[in-house]
């Protein structure tokens, strides 16, 4: 292909049909090349205004491609390329990432019902990878590749949590993030931001079950 008549070709086309060229060449892009090409063009945009019920639907769609083994790609582990992480792993990891960030967003918006929806099917799948079920393959995966600011996400889990849920949910669904933040060295602060976020009530159901159970909240 001749690069030179191409590049004529396209500077006599019209603003949508370079788009959707642009956009048929970023679906056939890796996740490298895609950001080698667009990363500066993007950039950090201002936040936008997500619609939860569409956000729901897209987390509903991720979990259902998740379970399904469509970001499940094994390979023969040796030790030459152990290292080495398919592409579909981290597409799942970039994908996650850019959901959780829209779940922040529910929150930032008062949307606390869509939040906890979409918050609690990504932690859930977030356990089911940490589990090392089939979802995404590698030798060296984990936690750790979450895009973005995960002690954000916990903390606006739980102040939608705060905001929609009684105590007795509130803590159903705090206590197994207390618990995979002690694994993690207590990185994602997670009972900190949640006795900011509960009220009274909820406060006070939480720690008596962090007494009864033992859940160790911090360093010792």
Known sequence: MDKTQLFEFLSTQDVPFLLDLLSKAYDQMSLDQRRQVFGNLVGKPPPESVD???????????????LAGAYYEPFDVNSKNWTYIPEETR???ERLGDLLNASCRLTAQRDHLHAVACFGILYELIGTMERGEEIVFGDEIGSWMIPGDEKQYVASYVTSLAATATPEEFTAA???LLQRDR???FATQ???????AANEAQRTHLEAEIERQNVQTGPK
């Open 52 to 66: 939860g019920e569409v956000l729901l639907g897209e987390v509903e769609n991720f979990r259902r491609e998740s």
């Open 183 to 185: 694994w993690q060295s």
């Open 190 to 196: 997670a009972y900190p931001a949640a006795v900011q």
């Open 91 to 93: 597409e799942w990891f």
């Open 174 to 176: 705090a206590l197994p």
